[in-house]
């Protein structure tokens, strides 16, 4: 998906966390901008763009390698999460295999005299 940060009606970075609130979380996201600001791009990339690129320094063919190296961002993203969640599970997992609590196998006998 391409937000475009230029249009009148987009108010900077507002118009990305509009996207980004209802873009599906496997949409990969790019932000053209008139601007030749580093920090608006750095700041859409922090907000969750997969990239940004300014409008006069861009022709056809960068956009299209911006758009396929920023869907395979996104893919290598989720599957990424995956594993930490795949991880996560399997750590919890563990932890509930075990006992509950801690037995202690090797208590001394109380002498009855």
């Keep these: 998906m391409l937000v475009d940060l230029s249009l009148p009606d987009a ?14 979380p496997h949409t990969a996201v790019l932000v053209l901008t008139g601007l030749r600001d580093v920090h608006v791009g750095v700041s859409a990339v922090q907000s969750g763009a997969q990239d940004y690129l300014v409008k006069g320094d861009v022709d056809a063919r960068l956009l299209a390698r911006s758009i396929r190296y920023a869907m395979e961002r996104k ?4 599957a990424q999460l995956k594993l930490v ?5 399997a750590q919890e997992n563990t932890r509930l295999e075990g006992p509950c609590c801690p037995i202690r196998c090797c208590v ?5 005299t």
């Design 108 to 112: 001394p006998r109380r002498s009855s």
């Design 85 to 89: 969640q795949a991880e996560l599970v």
């Design 11 to 24: 108010s900077r970075l507002e118009a990305l966390e509009e996207v980004l609130a209802v873009a599906s």
């Design 75 to 78: 893919r290598a993203d989720l």
